[in-house]
């Protein structure tokens, strides 16, 4: 059934005429070029019974409840993707021994001062034939506006080590700021 969206599109609507009919300015003197308006909406379903009237303001039927996550609440869950996606991509580019992919990866200065270790690792690795294995620790903990960190474990010939991976965004896109074994 189709009726969620279509109630989520009618709220938006009428979420923008009531903005712009509150709004003090003409209409086409507001400027939207900045305005971050993406709102993902949550639908959870419950049985209630109904004892007393429905408020008047209820957007939806007494069994619906739609929940509003903010726009920065998205923006969090992408973010939280796009790190474990870095992540792994770093590890597979060294499982691939593929020096230059890997050190791409890496903040401008951190690829500066380790990118010897890292090829002479992947130069160890290949020439062994040794693959690591990398699992999620735990989750990605964005810390600020432009970092965050995240533990992987990874398995290794002689046992599991454990990793700490920091990153921070520059110009836009997450890169590694730190990935070394910790107790």
């Known amino acids: 059934m189709k009726l969620p969206r279509i109630m989520v599109v009618l709220i938006g609507i009428a979420l923008y005429i009531a903005t712009v009919g509150c709004s003090s300015a003409p209409p086409e003197s507001i400027s939207t070029t900045n305005i971050d308006a993406s709102v993902v909406v949550v639908t959870t379903t419950t049985q209630k019974s109904v004892v007393a009237p429905i408020p008047a303001n209820t957007p939806t039927s007494p069994t619906d409840t739609l929940t509003l996550v903010p726009a920065q609440q998205a923006i969090r869950v992408r973010d939280t993707d796009a790190l474990r996606q870095l992540t792994f991509a770093y590890w597979d580019a060294l499982n691939s021994y593929d020096a230059e992919k890997a050190v791409s990866y890496l903040e401008e200065n951190y690829r500066q001062a380790h990118r010897g270790e890292v090829e002479k690792g992947i130069n160890q690795m290949k020439m062994f ?55």
């Open 129 to 183: 034939g040794v693959k690591l294995g990398v699992s999620e620790e735990s989750p990605p903990r964005i810390k600020g506006v432009n970092e965050a960190e995240m533990y992987v474990a990874l398995k290794e010939p002689l046992g599991t080590r454990r990793i700490l991976m920091k990153f921070a965004t520059v110009e836009g896109e997450w890169k590694i700021t730190f990935a070394e074994e910790v107790e």
